[in-house]
């Protein structure tokens, strides 16, 4: 990947975070990355393209990051705990797939497809930690609600509060 792409990819993710799906135009992100509009386009020649690569992205780093935590220790909730938090922590507002999902009726279908993709993948990834379906699935449910919530009231204590149970 070029640096240019991955600049793109970077503050594709960094909007879409912030104001979902309709947060982003390709204008604002050739600004973001200082090159021409064109230049995005040549790389990602829809708008669903560049936020469905976005997500692809993001989906592999998410469950490779709690993979890794899993790897040095922590239990796989715990592991992706760390993760969202970490998020929360380095300024991320949402989810990207969070963000995304809030939208999905209003998706491209390659978009809604990655959205789909990350909740099964994380779930598949908690199950394969030892949970049941229903557990894994309430854990994920859980740190989506915690970082939506946190953000929203701009508190990363509440989202400490909000999975202090998971275990």
Known sequence: MSDTVKEIMDATERRIREAGYS????????????????????????????????????????????????????????????????????GAKMCLCGSLGATAPDLSPDVASEVRRFFEAGIANLIAGGLTEQRATQVLATLEGAILMASAQDDPAIFERATEALR
């Open 23 to 90: 947060g982003f135009s390709f204008r604002e992100i050739a600004v973001d990355v200082g090159v021409k509009s064109a230049s995005i386009h040549y790389h990602f020649p829809t708008k669903s393209a560049l936020a469905a690569a976005v997500a692809r992205r993001y989906n592999e780093r998410v469950v490779e990051a709690a993979n890794a935590g899993v790897a040095a220790g922590q239990d796989v909730v715990q592991a992706w705990k760390a993760v969202f938090r970490s998020a929360l922590d380095e």
